[in-house]
């Protein structure tokens, strides 16, 4: 057989407004290795042709014809039925960013009809302001989308959810009954709009595989909808499937039923294993020599993973190919208007990983024990930025979201010297680990090469807790850390979490606090609380009895194997908090009702936190190192050259030359007096630590080639006005 001609997947539905990466992953890797591929993003494709006249018409008429009671607010939205048709198209222009001329006929005037999810319009003349006529529309328009997700989720397609797809179906299915039931049933209009989408697609690249990337439990049935529809009427296509779902909740698979409509489920990075799955298909490989890969034989499904090949490393997976993905066709949406919130949802972002896997690796609610995780492997500074401009050149966007499970500070800082040292302007953010490393230093670094935004687990904040799940930080640490962040103007995001394993009342009162005064001390912009799952891959998961909790279900079963069911003797009724949890930071990210007492948030008794008020502030007041005990720190010079110029004048009968140095910098010029022969030693220096001067230079090293003759010496100097002034201006001790 020849190279076969491949058609990658993403399923309904991801993000509206960027791409899921996966796939452009996988088509670098294989167009590297010279296969054709193409691919898609099903997601955006059956939005924009839900939301167009034509496909909001026969949705309308759908629900008209179908026998459904309707709510108030249903029927409301069918009697604007005109009005919905007439602006569907425009506000879908809108959101891609396409005409934004209609931002002040959204903003003021009656231009969208409006149902039930107006109710909830927070004041946008706070939000907003005079000026941000444009996100205030997006807002808006987001709203009115929403309401039309409601009136199809009522009715013609209970499972529709802009960010999943019946993604009750595939949570914790450890039978695959519900999946081949929904399966068995006629396809409802959304599925039909699906189909008729991915003909368009088989008709145009003509594959000979199909292979659906499935991050998530909510991309599940629409990939296995596509793949019915393709084993049903080209059963010629083989189709594969791999990604986070598989990965996490499918390890243990032993369900001959998917088989019916996959050929083959891969584990962990798919470049290795489909590379030899597709070698296999070309009769280039036995199928004993597959990697981790399920297959149907004589109607048992069997693992295979017999290769030998090692997994291929990072700096060999090429750079992701966004070609052929319809870039300018996303919709920047704003359900939050918390500015850091909104990243998730607004604007173009390319996704990298700077690295595979998580360095640390040890908290005890992760799955640290599977591959995308346990295997840390970097590529060099130099290659990343490489991937970074290629991007660039390919897709005209200059955002980027790091999507490592935590970037490491190291690889981080080199890569924000190898962004400034080329020139290369981007905006970009990612997740990280609250670590000390992350000094307000490297915070300023990270901030000069585009860094506008990081999130990071925080996760409970109480010191028994955060050292019985190993996370390697403690409160005062992140304290600091995010006030580094935030005064070098990066905005924080912490992931919070409730019901760890014996977590107390009066702990979970007391984390809510600690919330409150990050937020009142402004070091975090914005937050998200969780509730533990426990899961199969964990340390909790594998031994519950450490931990102190009791799994209880679900029995195991054929198909998907994750999400584990457990009772916490110990702990506190966890359920009881997470509506208040929820609204409390909701308030908090809007700046509102921080001096309420914690009890306000809740409806029923909950304990008095224990914790001082100032316990945060405090943190965040104590000094830094002094740079004299840093003598190890690389030092690098973040702005411009300056102009040298030497003067005399008489003093005491004697003459006495002195050093002027002038700094032209993007904001304000600065000047820098000293004596002649520091002024010209710093003059050489700064082109030594400059950030085109690829050579690290420590500050030991400064202190070495310091003039012997100068009036005061190394240490003094490092608390001389000279170097403050420059500290302040970009002088960086990393």
Request: net charge negative; charged share 25%; aromatic share 10%.
């Amino acid at each position: 057989m020849e190279k076969p001609k491949i058609l990658l997947i993403t399923p309904p539905l991801t993000q509206l407004n960027t791409p899921y990466p996966a796939t452009a992953y996988l088509k670098g890797f294989l167009k590297g290795r010279a296969y054709e591929v193409k691919q898609a993003d099903m997601g955006i494709e059956l939005v924009l042709r839900m939301f167009s006249r034509n496909g909001l018409k026969q949705i309308f008429e759908a629900v008209e014809q179908g026998n459904y009671e309707l709510s108030d607010n249903s029927l409301r939205m069918l009697r604007l039925k005109r009005e919905y048709l007439h602006t569907i198209e425009p506000v879908i222009r809108f959101l891609q960013n396409k005409d934004n001329t209609l931002a002040q006929q959204i903003s003021y005037s009656r231009f969208l009809p409006e149902a039930s999810r107006f109710d909830q319009v927070e004041d946008i003349d706070w939000a907003f302001g005079s000026m941000g006529i444009t996100d205030r529309a997006r807002y808006l328009a987001t709203l009115y989308l929403e309401d039309l997700g409601d009136l199809i989720k009522e009715t013609i397609c209970p499972y529709f959810a802009f960010s999943r797809y019946a993604e009750s179906l595939a949570m914790s299915a450890t039978k695959f009954d519900p999946l081949e039931e929904a399966l068995q049933e006629e396809p409802n209009l959304v599925d039909q709009l699906l189909l008729e989408l991915l003909e368009e697609h088989l008709q145009a690249v003509q594959p000979d595989v199909v292979g659906f990337s499935i991050p998530f439990p909510g991309n599940l049935y629409g990939g296995l909808r596509m793949a019915q529809y393709i084993k049903t009427k080209y059963p010629h296509i083989k189709t594969m499937m791999g990604g986070g779902y598989p990965n996490t909740e499918l390890r243990s698979l032993r369900e001959p039923r998917l088989f019916k409509y996959i050929d083959s489920v891969t584990l962990d990075d798919g470049e290795g294993p489909w590379l030899k799955l597709l070698e296999y298909l070309q009769g280039q490989r036995s199928p004993e020599q597959l990697q981790r890969t399920f297959l149907l034989q004589e109607g048992a499904v069997q693992y295979i993973n017999g290769s030998t090949d090692p997994d291929i490393p990072h700096t060999e997976v090429g750079t992701p190919d966004y070609s052929d993905l319809k870039l300018q066709d996303y919709l920047s949406v704003i359900d939050v208007i918390n500015p850091m919130h909104r990243l998730w949802s607004d604007g173009r972002w390319n996704k990298l990983t700077i690295a595979h896997g998580c360095y640390w690796k040890r908290c005890s609610f992760c799955d640290i024990t599977l591959d995308y995780i346990n295997r840390y492997d970097v590529a060099p500074a130099t290659l990343l930025v490489d991937r970074i401009e290629q991007i660039i050149a390919q897709t005209g966007q200059t955002g980027f979201h790091f999507v490592d499970e935590a970037a490491p500070p190291a690889p981080l800082r080199d890569m924000a010297i190898e962004l400034i040292r080329r020139g290369v302007k981007i905006s970009w953010w990612g997740n990280i680990r609250f670590e000390k490393t992350f000094t307000p230093d490297l915070c300023r670094l990270l901030a000069a090469s585009g860094c506008i935004a990081v999130s990071g687990g925080l996760e409970v904040a109480s010191d028994r807790l955060l050292a019985l799940m190993e996370k390697g930080v403690s409160i005062e640490q992140v304290a600091r850390v995010t006030d580094s962040f935030t005064q070098a103007g990066i905005m924080v995001h912490a992931y919070l979490m409730y019901g760890f394993p014996t977590q107390t009342a009066q702990e979970t009162v007391d984390s809510l606090e600690i919330v409150r005064q990050l937020f009142l001390n402004n070091v975090i912009q914005s937050g998200y609380w969780h509730r533990l799952s426990m899961t199969a891959h964990s340390p909790i998961g594998k031994n519950p009895e450490k931990y102190g909790v009791v799994k209880v279900g679900p029995e195991e079963g054929p198909f998907a194997n994750n999400d584990l069911w457990h009772e916490d003797p110990q702990g506190t009724d966890h359920s009881l908090f997470g509506e208040g949890l929820t609204k409390a930071i909701y308030n908090y990210m809007h700046g509102v009702a921080l001096e309420e007492p914690l009890s306000f948030w809740f409806d029923f008794k909950v304990p008095r936190t224990k914790l001082r008020p100032d316990l945060i502030y405090d943190a965040i007041q104590k000094p830094q190192k002094p740079d004299a005990e840093r003598r190890n720190a690389r030092v690098l010079w973040l702005g411009g050259l300056p102009e040298i110029e030497f003067t005399m004048y008489a003093k005491k009968g004697q003459t006495i030359e002195r050093c002027l140095l002038t700094f032209y910098e993007k904001a304000e010029d600065f000047q820098v007096k000293t004596t002649a022969s520091i002024g010209q030693w710093l003059f050489d220096v700064l082109q030594k630590i400059s950030q085109d001067n690829a050579a690290p230079v420590t500050l030991k090293q400064l202190e070495e080639s310091f003039p012997a003759d100068a009036h005061l010496n190394f240490a003094e100097f490092l608390s001389s006005p000279s170097w403050f002034e420059l500290r302040e201006k970009g002088l960086l001790l990393l």
